[in-house]
C-alpha cells in the first residue's frame, strides 16, 4: 500500500511539474513574441517628404517604449509599410499589415485620400488606425483615432484670422483631392458669411508642377490673401512661381506645408508667408525642448520637428498607455480604453474627446522664417474641443452635401 501511495505521489508530482515547465515556456514564448504595429506612410512618391519623418516620429516614441521595458512585458515591433502616395496601395498594405502581420494597430496616411482608403480596411477588421495629420473633417470612425487638427481647430480659425489680417478678397488653391475640396467649401462658406468674395479657385493633380494658369489668375485679381490647400512637392513649383512672378510679397496662408516642407520646398522665400497648425518647433517649454533635443539627437541635427511629426509620436505614446491600462494589444480590448487617456505632449496636454475620438487642440498661426521655422504670432487662448462637422451646418445638412458630390 505504501509503495502504491509513493508511486501516486511520484506521478502526480511530475504532472505538476510538467505542467508548470509548459506553462513557463509559454509565458516565456509570449513575453518574447514582439507586439507588432503596422506603419503605412509613403516612402516614395509626391508625399514621400511629408510622410517620411511621420516614420521617425513612430519610431521614436517606440524607442522611449522599448527603452523602459517595453509593453507588458514584450517589446514593440514596427513593420513598416510604402504607401507610395497612391490610395490603392494604402489599402492593399493594411490588409496585408492586418491579415498577413498581424499588427496590433495601424499608424498612417496623410491625404484624405489615403485615409478613405484605408477606413473600410479597418472597420472590417474591427481594427485600429491612428491618423496624425489635420484634415477637412466630415468623418468620425469608430476604428480610427484622429490625432490631427478638426477643421474648427484649423481651417476655421485660420481662415478668419486670414481675413482679418489681410482682407476678404481671396484667392483659393489647393490640390486635386478631398482635403482641399472640402476645406474650400467650408472655407468659401466664411468668406461669404464675412461678406468677402472668392475671387479664383483653381485645383492641381497631385504632384503637378503646372503653376501658371494659377499665377496669371492671381496676377490678374490680385488678391488680398491667397489660402493654399496644395499638398506635396507640388508646394516648390508653387512657391519658386510667386517669387518669378515679383509676388514674394503676396500674403500667404498654407494649410497643408510643415517645418520639412517648408525648409525642402524654400517656402522661406515668400516674406509674407504664414501656416496654421496646433504645434511648432519653435514653441517654448521643457516638453518640447526635450522632444525636439530627443529627435534631432536620434536621426540628424538638421531634421525638423512638425504638428504631423508630434501628433504621430502622441498617437503611439496615447495607444500604449491603452495597452497597459487593458494588459492587453488587442485591438478590440485597446479601442473603448482609447477614449479616456490622456498624457503629456510637446504641444501641451494631450486629451482625446471621447465623443469625437479626435484631440483638443490649440490653433496657432506662425509666419514662415527664411530656414523653414515658424515664429508664432497668433494662438487660441486655450485648447478647442474638436468637431469634425463645423456647426454652422447640422451634421446631417454636412452628410447630405457630401453625398450629393459637392465636393
Given at each position: 500500500?505504501?509503495?502504491?501511495?509513493?508511486?501516486?505521489?511520484?506521478?502526480?508530482?511530475?504532472?505538476v511539474?510538467?505542467?508548470?515547465?509548459?506553462?513557463?515556456r509559454?509565458?516565456?514564448?509570449?513575453?518574447?513574441?514582439?507586439?507588432?504595429?503596422?506603419?503605412?506612410?509613403?516612402l516614395?512618391?509626391?508625399?514621400?517628404?511629408?510622410?517620411?519623418?511621420?516614420?521617425?516620429a513612430?519610431?521614436?516614441?517606440?524607442e522611449?517604449?522599448?527603452?523602459?521595458?517595453?509593453?507588458?512585458?514584450?517589446?514593440?515591433?514596427?513593420?513598416v509599410?510604402?504607401?507610395?502616395?497612391?490610395?490603392?496601395?494604402?489599402?492593399?498594405?493594411?490588409?496585408?499589415l492586418?491579415?498577413q502581420?498581424?499588427?496590433?494597430?495601424?499608424?498612417g496616411?496623410?491625404?484624405?485620400?489615403?485615409?478613405k482608403?484605408v477606413?473600410?480596411?479597418?472597420?472590417?477588421h474591427?481594427?485600429?488606425?491612428?491618423?496624425p495629420?489635420?484634415?477637412?473633417?466630415?468623418?468620425?470612425?469608430?476604428n480610427?483615432?484622429?490625432?490631427?487638427?478638426?477643421?474648427?481647430?484649423q481651417?476655421?480659425?485660420?481662415?478668419r484670422?486670414?481675413?482679418?489680417?489681410?482682407?476678404?478678397r481671396?484667392?483659393?488653391?489647393?490640390?486635386?483631392?478631398?482635403?482641399p475640396?472640402?476645406?474650400?467649401?467650408i472655407?468659401a462658406?466664411?468668406?461669404?458669411?464675412y461678406?468677402?468674395?472668392?475671387?479664383?479657385?483653381?485645383?492641381?493633380?497631385?504632384?503637378?508642377?503646372?503653376?501658371?494658369?494659377?499665377?496669371e489668375?492671381i496676377?490678374?485679381?490680385?488678391?488680398d490673401?491667397?489660402l493654399?490647400?496644395?499638398?506635396?512637392?507640388?508646394?516648390?513649383?508653387?512657391?519658386?512661381?510667386?517669387v518669378?512672378?515679383?509676388?514674394?510679397?503676396?500674403?500667404?496662408?498654407?494649410?497643408?506645408?510643415?517645418?520639412?516642407?517648408?525648409?525642402?520646398?524654400?517656402?522661406?522665400?515668400?516674406?509674407?508667408?504664414?501656416?496654421?497648425?496646433?504645434?511648432?518647433?519653435s514653441?517654448?517649454?521643457?516638453?518640447n525642448?526635450?522632444f525636439?533635443?530627443?529627435y534631432?539627437?536620434?536621426?540628424?541635427?538638421?531634421r525638423?520637428?512638425?504638428?504631423?511629426?508630434?501628433?504621430?509620436?502622441?498617437?503611439?505614446?496615447?495607444?500604449?498607455?491603452?495597452?497597459?491600462?487593458?494588459?492587453?494589444?488587442?485591438?478590440?480590448?485597446?479601442?473603448?480604453?482609447?477614449?479616456?487617456?490622456?498624457?503629456k505632449?510637446?504641444?501641451?496636454?494631450?486629451?482625446?474627446?471621447a465623443?469625437?475620438?479626435?484631440?483638443?487642440?490649440m490653433?496657432?498661426v506662425?509666419?514662415?522664417?527664411?530656414?523653414g521655422?515658424?515664429e508664432?504670432?497668433?494662438?487660441?487662448?486655450?485648447?478647442?474641443?474638436?468637431t469634425?462637422?463645423?456647426?454652422?451646418?447640422?451634421?446631417?445638412?454636412w452628410?447630405?452635401?457630401l453625398?450629393?458630390?459637392?465636393?
Amino acid at each position: 500500500m505504501k509503495n502504491y501511495l509513493r508511486i501516486i505521489t511520484a506521478l502526480v508530482l511530475t504532472g505538476v511539474l510538467v505542467i508548470a515547465g509548459l506553462m513557463a515556456r509559454q509565458h516565456y514564448f509570449v513575453a518574447s513574441t514582439p507586439i507588432k504595429i503596422g506603419v503605412l506612410h509613403s516612402l516614395t512618391g509626391t508625399m514621400a517628404v511629408s510622410e517620411k519623418p511621420l516614420v521617425d516620429a513612430v519610431r521614436l516614441a517606440v524607442e522611449e517604449i522599448n527603452g523602459q521595458g517595453g509593453l507588458l512585458g514584450r517589446q514593440v515591433e514596427m513593420i513598416v509599410a510604402d504607401g507610395k502616395s497612391d490610395p490603392e496601395v494604402f489599402a492593399q498594405e493594411a490588409e496585408r499589415l492586418i491579415e498577413q502581420e498581424q499588427v496590433s494597430a495601424l499608424f498612417g496616411c496623410w491625404t484624405s485620400a489615403c485615409r478613405k482608403a484605408v477606413k473600410p480596411v479597418v472597420e472590417k477588421h474591427h481594427h485600429l488606425l491612428f491618423y496624425p495629420v489635420q484634415y477637412e473633417g466630415m468623418e468620425q470612425s469608430a476604428n480610427i483615432l484622429y490625432t490631427g487638427a478638426a477643421p474648427n481647430q484649423q481651417i476655421v480659425p485660420g481662415t478668419r484670422w486670414a481675413t482679418q489680417t489681410f482682407g476678404q478678397r481671396v484667392y483659393l488653391v489647393g490640390s486635386d483631392y478631398v482635403f482641399p475640396r472640402t476645406a474650400n467649401v467650408i472655407i468659401a462658406d466664411l468668406i461669404n458669411a464675412y461678406g468677402g468674395q472668392i475671387l479664383g479657385e483653381r485645383y492641381l493633380p497631385m504632384g503637378s508642377s503646372d503653376v501658371a494658369a494659377v499665377i496669371e489668375d492671381i496676377v490678374r485679381t490680385k488678391p488680398d490673401v491667397v489660402l493654399n490647400t496644395l499638398n506635396g512637392d507640388s508646394n516648390a513649383a508653387f512657391f519658386s512661381a510667386l517669387v518669378k512672378a515679383g509676388l514674394s510679397d503676396l500674403p500667404l496662408v498654407s494649410f497643408s506645408v510643415e517645418e520639412g516642407g517648408m525648409l525642402a520646398w524654400n517656402g522661406g522665400q515668400l516674406t509674407r508667408h504664414y501656416g496654421v497648425w496646433s504645434y511648432f518647433q519653435s514653441l517654448p517649454g521643457e516638453e518640447n525642448h526635450r522632444f525636439v533635443s530627443v529627435y534631432q539627437t536620434r536621426f540628424g541635427a538638421d531634421r525638423v520637428t512638425s504638428a504631423p511629426v508630434e501628433a504621430a509620436y502622441v498617437g503611439v505614446k496615447l495607444w500604449a498607455q491603452a495597452v497597459q491600462d487593458m494588459g492587453s494589444s488587442e485591438p478590440n480590448r485597446v479601442n473603448p480604453a482609447l477614449l479616456r487617456q490622456s498624457i503629456k505632449s510637446p504641444s501641451g496636454i494631450a486629451a482625446i474627446d471621447a465623443d469625437s475620438r479626435h484631440l483638443w487642440k490649440m490653433t496657432r498661426v506662425g509666419k514662415v522664417r527664411t530656414d523653414g521655422q515658424f515664429e508664432q504670432v497668433f494662438a487660441s487662448s486655450a485648447p478647442l474641443r474638436p468637431t469634425p462637422w463645423p456647426g454652422y451646418r447640422s451634421r446631417d445638412a454636412w452628410q447630405s452635401m457630401l453625398e450629393r458630390g459637392q465636393p
